[in-house]
């Protein structure tokens, strides 16, 4: 059976394969030969169909309005090398080669165009390729006249609507850039701005925007920073007006918090802002058994201190497990569904500790994320573990026996199409080595289609070329 090409072939390294091969294989008597093997090892008749294929599906990828469609999305692309020097490609690339366009015909930089209909300055700040000068670029589609307020409507977020310094906060993260675009008129408050700074570690972007105006109402950005430990900014946005109790999110601010597993330190500065102590989760839990369930040890007392509210003993059980404090427990089926997912969420978090506790403590290591009040069963450890990119847990689950198989009617996917539709969904995390662990241990491929990034099909398509090797 013939092996599979990746996604995106490179004649270059099929050059050295064949090299390879020629070192390795005593029985060829030159190069020509080693590449002859290696082009029918994949299924050509040999070199030269080979080669034309690879020369075909890559010049098809480069075509401007294929590329610049798959440009359209949060993975981060090389600049094109646009040998025609296509003008939407050269906004796209950030090439100061279109710099003396824009001054020579300036209704160039305000009309929109090109194979995504949209305007120069989406071109350039709201896709995600690597520019060459983006500030030049920039600075020269205002100078022409651009509109710094143009939005645009993505297809994959139905009602959005997106502006050039939304992209240049979520993709380019160029605090300058921002700066440009809202000294030249560009609106703080377009729905977007504020969230996506409040997600980014350099508090800088919450602090631009708010010094132009930018307002926290209806943005859930206090919601936003509050997923991750953004001590900073969760004060900034606070210190602009931020609501403590918006309960945009199904909860007050302060539940969210505690949900994300947030520290005392961050959690203060929500109950200092007036948080309400006596609000309940969505599940009906107080503060104080809303720290217990989700938070360390710390922050877990200090909120009981703080709320002198009481919690009920398996709370009590619960933060003590979390916190490493000794407790005498072991799982039973009586416990409550949020408790029995503690494994799952532990998992999903990237807590390896407190996975290693909880596996000693007889926590079943298929014991799925409880989620929702019928009871239907959801994803395992195992696929909160792959969809998060979490390496060392995975493997601590597959040695621990986790069901390879396993399937979740809800989300319609095993433990391998979690860890592919997490690489997909988070680029630059470590999914696809998570699919490679998972194929190498017996995870069963999918009989339909599923999502994954490039990386991860061909993770997947060496690891079958491999196997058919052996």
């Known amino acids: 059976m013939s092996k599979t090409l990746p996604t995106r072939p490179d004649l270059d390294v099929l050059k050295r394969e064949a090299k390879s091969l020629l070192r390795s294989d005593g029985s060829l008597a030159n190069l020509a030969q080693a590449q002859h093997q290696l082009a029918k090892g994949y299924g050509f008749s040999g070199w030269a169909e080979l080669k034309s294929h690879v020369e075909a599906v890559n010049a098809a990828r480069l075509d401007p309005e294929t590329w610049l469609k798959s440009a359209d999305s949060p993975h981060p692309k090389p600049r094109h090398p646009n040998p025609s020097h296509d003008f939407w490609l050269m906004l796209a690339n950030g090439d100061p080669a279109v710099i003396p366009l824009l001054q020579a015909s300036p209704i160039l930089a305000d009309t929109p165009g090109g194979p995504l209909n949209r305007y120069p300055l989406h071109y350039l700040c709201c896709l995600n390729v690597q ?50 675009l809202l000294e030249r008129g560009a609106d703080p ?53 931020a609501d403590p109790n918006d309960r945009t999110t199904g909860e007050t601010r302060l539940h969210h918090g505690l949900r994300r597993g947030r520290t005392k330190a961050v959690l203060q500065l929500v109950v200092e802002a007036g948080a309400d102590l006596n609000a309940l989760s969505k599940e009906g839990m107080n ?53 029995k997912a503690l494994l799952a969420h532990a998992a999903y978090f990237g807590d390896a500790e407190l996975v290693d506790r909880l596996l000693a403590m007889g926590w079943p290591v298929d014991e799925p994320d409880n989620a929702n009040a019928s009871g239907s069963r959801t994803a395992t450890p195992l696929e909160c573990a792959a969809f998060a990119g979490h390496v060392e847990i995975v493997r601590t689950l597959i040695a621990h026996g986790a069901d390879l198989a396993h399937y979740d009617p809800h989300y319609r996917g095993t433990p391998f199409t979690y860890a592919c539709y997490g690489s997909e969904a988070n680029p630059g995390g470590r999914q696809v080595e998570c699919v490679r662990l998972l194929l190498e241990a017996g995870c069963p491929l999918p009989d339909s289609p599923y999502t994954a990034s490039d990386e991860a099909r061909d993770a997947v398509a060496a690891f079958l070329a491999q196997k058919r090797g052996q």
């Open 189 to 241: 408050n377009d729905n977007e701005c504020v969230y996506h700074a409040a997600e980014l570690s350099d508090p800088a972007f919450l602090e631009l925007l708010f010094a132009h105006g930018a307002t926290e109402v209806g943005t859930n950005g206090l919601a936003r920073a509050l997923d991750f430990e953004r001590i900073r900014q969760v004060q900034i946005l606070l210190e602009n007006g």
């Open 287 to 339: 503060v104080a058994e809303h720290a217990a369930t989700r938070c360390n040890w710390e922050t877990f007392e200090w909120m009981r201190a703080i709320s002198g509210l009481p919690v009920t003993g398996e709370a009590e059980m619960v933060a003590r497990i979390r916190g490493g404090q000794p407790v005498d427990v072991r799982f039973h089926p009586g416990m409550s569904r949020s408790t």
């Open 131 to 180: 520019t060459s000068d983006f500030l030049g670029v920039l600075r020269a589609l205002l100078e022409a006249g651009a509109d710094p307020n143009v939005r645009f409507e993505h297809h994959a977020y139905k009602g959005s609507s997106l502006s050039p310094a939304w992209g240049t906060i979520q993709y380019h993260r160029d605090l300058e850039g921002l700066r440009i």
